[in-house]
Antibody, heavy 117, light 109 residues
Framework: EVQVVESGGGLVQPGGSLRLSCAAS????????MNWVRQAPGKGLEWVSY????????YYADSVKGRFTISRDNAKNSLYLQMNSLRAEDTAVYYC??????????WGQGTLVTVSS | EIVLTQSPGTLSLSPGEGATLSCRAS???????LAWYLQKPGQAPRLLIY???SRATGIPDRFSGSGSGTDFTLTISRLEPEDFAVYYC??????????FGQGTKLEIK
């Protein structure tokens, strides 16, 4: 069974940092692209970042570029999102999604990041 | 950046009725790159349709997708109670950002 499970969310002060993790199982992780998608409270979905299977193609939304870093460890079947210089507007549920072709076919349940003093 | 505009914002219908949801792109999107997702309250999004018209695994055939270029449609025939949720379209164009539409809320009338 395919599973992706996010962790690492929590309350952080503005300007602080947080590292999200996503543990993958049930599929050959090192052959799939992955994405992070977020959803602010009561709002729609916002694509955040993409990484291909070899980590040599990485993209970010303009809203996080220069502050967030996506990475993966294929040996550990894990995806990460390092978030620095956090702002109130980064408050959201962050989803990890397995990408198959050009769509996200499996999503985790999300981890909540709250940026507040 | 490709902007996806979904309409209507909210659709009020009764179980058993049919629903038509629209997703319009600000520039042409290959059908291969257009997907639809469903999200119920408190849950993660779930893939419904990919490649504009292919149903994902386990999705009943009352869901169908169509369209090309800048206009895409999700059609739900014979609404079931579990279909009332928020629906999003997303495009994976030739370059990022891989934008989502703002969503259509399908509510029980």
């Amino acid at each position: 069974e395919v599973q992706v499970v996010e962790s690492g969310g929590g309350l952080v002060q503005p300007g602080g940092s947080l590292r999200l993790s996503c543990a993958a199982s049930g599929f050959t992780f090192n052959t799939y692209e992955m994405n992070w998608v977020r959803q602010a409270p009561g709002k729609g979905l916002e694509w955040v970042s993409y990484i291909n299977s070899r980590s040599d193609s990485i993209y970010y939304a303009d809203s996080v570029k220069g502050r967030f870093t996506i990475s993966r460890d294929n040996a550990k079947n894990s995806l990460y999102l390092q978030m620095n210089s956090l702002r109130a507007e980064d408050t959201a549920v962050y989803y990890c999604a397995k990408t198959s072709g050009w769509h996200n076919d499996y999503w985790g349940q999300g981890t909540l990041v709250t940026v507040s003093s | 950046e490709i902007v996806l505009t979904q309409s209507p914002g909210t659709l009020s219908l009764s179980p058993g009725e049919g629903a038509t949801l629209s997703c319009r792109a600000s520039q042409s999107v290959s059908s291969t790159y257009l997907a639809w997702y469903l999200q119920k309250p408190g849950q993660a999004p779930r893939l419904l349709i990919y490649g504009a018209s292919s149903r994902a695994t386990g999705i009943p055939d009352r869901f169908s997708g169509s369209g090309s270029g800048t206009d895409f449609t999700l059609t739900i025939s014979r609404l079931e109670p579990e279909d009332f949720a928020v629906y999003y379209c997303q495009q994976y164009g030739s370059s990022p950002p891989y934008t989502f539409g703002q969503g259509t809320k399908l509510e029980i009338k």
